[in-house]
């Protein structure tokens, strides 16, 4: 079965700078894909970004990027110019790629200080 | 476009009761998820459709809990009846399956006292 973990349950930034939110996961499957979900207090999940695993190439949206280690089944999000709406809960997910359900980790609460 | 829709937004049942939330997919999309979210045990995938023909129900809790999807716009999940441990934010999700990207709609708030 596959499983995905976030090993960060806070982590704290402050405005303007760089975080680092780690997740490594476990797969044996060859096609698969995977995410980072933001959830605000509003709890709307929101798609931050997606990563094909035969991308080699690193996801990026604006400021929201990708470390994308295939052989370490690690995939890390970097927030630059963090900034006070960032603020909420992220989640790591995966999904296989002939089935798309998601299987998501226990999430990280980002804090974003002034 | 329109994302996906969830209805109603918060319930507050009381035990017993029936319960039943709906949902409207975005337009095209031939996957629909329902996940359940509670402090304790996370994001849970309840149950998915595929084309309208549910494929996975594992996580369906117990009986009391039911899914349909009569068309490709809309479903319900269904709790009957109701009990304060099925209090939770209960997402409809839903994706164009061969993208592989799913898409949340706002989630319902059930509180069952």
């Known amino acids: 079965a596959q499983t995905v973990t976030q090993s960060q349950p806070e982590m704290s930034v402050q405005e303007a700078e760089t975080v680092t939110l780690s997740c490594t996961y476990d797969?044996?499957?060859?096609?698969?894909?995977l995410f980072w979900y933001k959830q605000p207090p509003s709890r709307q999940m929101i798609l931050v970004i997606r990563?094909?695993?035969?991308?080699?190439q690193n996801a990026t949206e604006n400021r929201f990027s990708v470390n994308f280690q295939k052989a370490a089944k690690s995939f890390s999000l970097k927030i630059s110019d963090s900034q006070l709406g960032d603020a909420a809960m992220y989640f790591c997910?995966?999904?296989?790629?002939?089935?798309?359900?998601?299987?998501f980790g226990t999430g990280t609460r980002l804090q974003v200080t002034l | 476009d329109a994302g996906v829709i969830q209805s109603p937004r918060h319930e507050v049942t009381e035990m017993g009761q029936e319960v039943t939330l709906r949902c409207k997919p975005i337009?095209?999309?031939?996957?629909l998820f329902w996940y359940r979210q509670t402090m304790m045990r996370g994001l849970e995938l309840l149950i998915y459709?595929?084309?309208?023909?549910?494929?996975?129900d594992s996580g369906m809790p117990e009986d009391r809990f039911s899914a349909k999807m009569p068309n490709a716009s809309f479903s319900t999940l269904k709790i009957q009846p109701s009990e304060p441990r099925d209090s939770a934010v209960y997402f409809c999700?839903?994706?164009?399956?061969?993208?592989?990207?799913?898409?949340f709609g706002e989630g319902s708030w059930l509180t069952v006292v």
């Open positions: 990563q094909e695993a035969y991308k080699q």
């Open positions: 337009s095209g999309h031939n996957s």
């Open positions: 999700a839903s994706s164009f399956r061969r993208r592989n990207t799913i898409y």
């Open positions: 797969t044996s499957e060859s096609d698969y894909y």
């Open positions: 459709f595929n084309n309208n023909v549910p494929i996975d």
């Open positions: 997910a995966y999904s296989a790629g002939t089935a798309s359900k998601l299987t």
